[in-house]
């Protein structure tokens, strides 16, 4: 399994971006896949899961309202969509991959990671 992100970049606050996730090796029909993010000298944390078959999402706190995951299946894709941005959510965010259903928020719990696509939000 490998999973390719990209999308990063430089924005002003206010910004948006679209980061992508394609993901290879196995067909996801029964996994969920995740976003995370990792601030410098932070720990990586929970950011947004859409469960592939029913298309279900959940959010963290930070992001609702702002944020939107979706996938495309033709394409073997995971978007994130990120509108009014802030400084607080510069980061390296990750996408992941875990089979199942359940709403799983731990980075402990995916089984396949992709590598980070930075995002720097200037104020």
């Known amino acids: 399994v490998q999973l390719q992100a990209s999308g990063g970049g430089l924005v002003q606050a206010g910004g948006s971006l679209r980061l992508s996730c394609a993901a290879s090796?196995?067909?996801?029909?029964?996994?969920?896949m995740g976003w995370f993010r990792q601030a410098p000298g932070k720990g990586r944390e929970f950011v947004a899961i859409i469960n592939w078959s029913t298309s279900s999402t959940y959010y963290s706190d930070s992001v609702k309202g702002r944020f939107t995951i979706s996938r495309d299946d033709a394409m073997n894709t995971v978007y994130l969509q990120m509108n009014n941005l802030k400084p607080e959510d510069t980061a390296a965010y990750y996408c992941?991959?875990?089979?199942?259903?359940?709403?799983?928020?731990?980075?402990?719990?995916?089984?396949?990671w992709g590598q980070g696509t930075q995002v720097t939000v200037s104020s």
């Open positions: 090796g196995r067909t996801f029909s029964n996994y969920v």
């Open positions: 992941a991959a875990k089979r199942g259903t359940y709403r799983y928020q731990s980075t402990a719990a995916y089984d396949y």
